[in-house]
Structures are given as C-alpha cells and as structure tokens.
C-alpha cells in the first residue's frame, strides 16, 4: 500500500444528529464539500436549518462575512441514499450508538464506495474491529471520535484499528489539523482513551454518592481543583439519558448499584438541561445549573434503599479518588500502548474533558506529585477499599526508578 498520504477531497457524513451536525460544520468550515445522509427525511431538512442558523448567528456576532457563511452553506448538500455518495473520499458515521446499526451501514457502504475511500465511525467506545471486520477494506477503517459540540471541541480522538493502514491514520491527522483540532490517536480498547478514564472517574463519584456525598458536594469539589464542569454537571448537559436508554436497549448493567441515582432521575423526566431538571434544576431557557434539594432527598432514599451506611465525605477524599482513579486507568492505557505517550492522554483530558490547564493534564500532574507518593496513596486506597486500586505496573515500576510517566516509552 502506498505511504501517501490520501487527501481528502469530498466527504459525506451519516447522521443528522447532535453529533453529525457538528461534525458538518466541521468539514464545511474547513473547506470540504460533504453530503449529508439521514435515514429520516424530516431530521436532515432539521439539520439543515440548524447549522445555517448557527452560520448566520457567527455572521451576527462579526466572526465571519455573509460570503463565507454562502460558501459553507453552499459546500453541505443533503443524499437521498448511500448510492448518491459512491464518489466520496471519506464517510463518517454518527448514528445511534449500537454496533449492529453501524456494522450494517458500513457493509452497505462498502459494497457502494470506491476501494481507496476510508470509512469512519464517530462512536464513542465501541470496537472498531469489530466495525471494520464486516467489510472488504478494513485496512481503510478507523475511528473519528469528535466531541461535542464537534465544531467547537478541540479534540479529535483518532481510534486506529488493528488493521488501519498508516496512509489512512496520516490522512486523518492531515484533516484533523484542516479542521483546527488537537488529535490524538488511540489504540481500540472499549472508551478509547479518554472515555474509558471517564468511566473510572465517574464511577468513583457514583459511589461515593452513595456512601455519603451529594452531587453538588463533588461536582464542588472538582471544580474547585479547577474542572470546568463536575462530573454530574457535565451530565446534565451531555444527557442523562442517554447511558440509562443505551443500558435499556443492551439489557446490561441497569442493577449496578452505582446508577440507581440515574435510573431514578430518568424515571421522574430529569433528564438533565434539555428537561429542565437533572441532577440540577434549571429555570426555562437557562443553563444556570441550580442546587436542587429534592435530588439530595433522592440520592439519601436510594442510598438507604440499597443498605449503605452514610458518612461525612470531604472534598479531599472526593478530589483523592476521582483523581487517582484518572491516574491509574491512564496509567494502565500507556502501559498497554492505547496511547503513544503521556503527553497525548493529557491532550484529551486537556482539550475533551476540561481538566484544569495550568496542571497540565492528569499524567502531568501525577508526574508533578511524584509518583512515588501517587504509588503510596494508591496502595493506601487498595487497603482500604480493594483490589480495583492496585497500582498500574508502570506506576509500580517507574516510581522505583525515581522516573516519570512524561518519559515513559512503551517497549
Ligand atoms: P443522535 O441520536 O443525536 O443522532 C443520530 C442520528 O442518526 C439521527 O438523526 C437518526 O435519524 C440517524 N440515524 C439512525 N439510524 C440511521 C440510519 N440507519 N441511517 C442514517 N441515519 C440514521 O445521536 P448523537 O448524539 O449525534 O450520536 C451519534 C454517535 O456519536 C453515537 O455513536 C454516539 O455514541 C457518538 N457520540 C456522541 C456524543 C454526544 O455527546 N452526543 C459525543 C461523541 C460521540
């Protein structure tokens, strides 16, 4: 295969969603023409209206001419069917999130588009193995996991299959830099890098709702450390929802103690910002995230419910494991080569997660505690609460060297 860089030259995206509209905007922004696909006719025409209404509104605001507002209207055009889009150089996918629905769209985009076109999914965590195994070209497969909203986040998750060809991942950092993003690649694992720390992170401040703090307690807490948003804050706006639905549909994980306050909130409508309540209230037509006694009321019913004897939690403790829970998992990614360096990890925490600039991102400021001292507070969480602290190997190893995880090289 040649090492050339493919360009990219025309693109369609599928999906005319919360995410496909973002990542439009994206392509258009950048100067690429990109044809829009929907299944459902009246989402597209939606879709359509709303990203030439936040054009004109950039036109208002002064930060671009009516000309160039014209143009990138001009570059989107909607495609009645995947035949409409045979010419393009890449695709990218933003349905819903289940691997049946895109392992069928890219079967059927593969039998359509030109050998040489990549095909991507912007799925936040699944297996794009998995993806790429249905089609003739899954050396042309990876992942493009925008975030949202995708034309205002900076980072771009490149996820490169066990297949991908170098040419496809070159060409993908050539568009990501077109686009204006930080991209990072990431070896295929569930959550990718930056989705597979979160999960460790939140799970954390789930249990410790649980055992003795309240939402805006932690959320307090990190912000205070200086994260844009809490963790129960960041899902009023992503959508509490949208796990509880993906739990439904999968028919997993719905008993697990650490989201019954999920499941409650979701039961009652609260499903965040869109509805005017979540683990907030919100007044109408604000984002004001406002302090809600009554889902205090539900985290102390369900905690008493599922028998955990409540108890005072600290800031401290909070900012302890949440923090060290992104330090061990990122740990672990290194040590496993889903992330090229420390550095990289920091970037998507930096540019996807809103962690705090001046620490420099949470492998940097592990390196900045020494990790010999991170070692010791993980061994002290392993006594206390279990094995699913045990020190990441690398951890382990690089604080008896005196080293640090900047200058860890994966074998
Ligand atoms: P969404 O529900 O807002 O939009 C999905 C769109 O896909 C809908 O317009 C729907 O009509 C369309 N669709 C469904 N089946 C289709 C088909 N067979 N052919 C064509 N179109 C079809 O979803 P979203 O939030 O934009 O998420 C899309 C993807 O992006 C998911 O894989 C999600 O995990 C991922 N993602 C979401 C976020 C986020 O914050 N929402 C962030 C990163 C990644």
């Known amino acids: 295969m040649s090492q050339t860089p493919l360009q990219i030259q025309r693109a369609a995206v599928i999906g005319a969603g919360t995410m496909g509209r973002g990542i439009v905007m994206c392509l258009a922004n950048a100067g690429v023409p990109v044809q829009w696909v929907d299944n459902n006719p009246q989402m597209l025409d939606q879709a359509l209206t709303a990203i030439a209404q936040t054009w004109a509104h950039n036109v208002r605001q002064g930060r671009i001419d009516q000309a160039e507002a014209d143009a990138r209207i001009a570059r989107v055009t909607a495609a009645a069917d995947y035949a409409a889009i045979s010419e393009v150089d890449l695709v990218i996918e933003a349905v819903y999130e289940n691997l049946e629905l895109k392992q069928q769209i890219f079967r059927q985009l593969d039998g359509l588009l030109k050998p040489q076109a990549i095909l991507a999914s912007n799925t936040s965590a699944l297996d794009i193995d998995a993806i790429a195994a249905v089609t003739q070209r899954p050396q042309q497969v990876l992942g493009l996991h925008f975030f949202s909203p995708a034309h205002i986040m900076k980072l771009l998750e490149i996820v490169r299959g066990a297949q991908t060809a170098p040419a496809v991942l070159q060409a993908a950092k050539a568009l990501g830099d077109r686009m204006g993003k930080v991209s990072v690649v990431a070896g ?64 997993v994980g719905q008993d697990e103690d650490e989201i019954q306050v999920d499941n409650r909130l979701c039961e009652q409508g609260r499903f965040g910002q869109k509805s005017g309540n979540g683990y907030y209230h919100y007044e109408p037509g604000s984002r004001q995230a406002e302090h809600d006694p009554q889902v205090d009321a539900l985290v102390l019913r369900v905690s008493e419910q599922l028998g955990y004897q409540r108890r005072e939690i600290g800031a401290e403790e909070i900012l302890e494991r949440c923090l060290l829970a992104l330090v061990n998992e990122g740990a672990k990614i290194l040590q496993e080569g889903i992330a090229e360096s420390a550095r990289d990890i920091d970037l998507v925490y930096l540019n996807g997660y809103g962690f705090p600039a001046d620490k420099g991102g949470p492998m940097a400021w592990a390196d900045q505690q020494g990790l010999a001292a991170i070692e010791a507070r993980l061994l002290r969480l392993e006594a206390e609460q279990g094995a699913l602290w045990k020190p990441a190997g690398i951890i382990r190893e690089l604080a008896a060297s005196g080293a640090q995880l900047a200058r860890y090289q994966a074998d």
């Open 188 to 251: 295929n694992c569930f959550g990718f890098i930056g989705n597979r720390m979160l999960n460790t992170y939140v799970l954390e401040a789930r249990k410790m709702l649980l055992e003795g703090a309240f939402p805006y307690q932690v959320d307090a807490a990190l912000q205070g450390f200086g994260f844009a948003m809490g963790p129960f804050r960041m899902y009023d706006v992503v959508g509490i929802d949208l796990g509880w639905r993906a739990r439904e549909l999968a028919g």
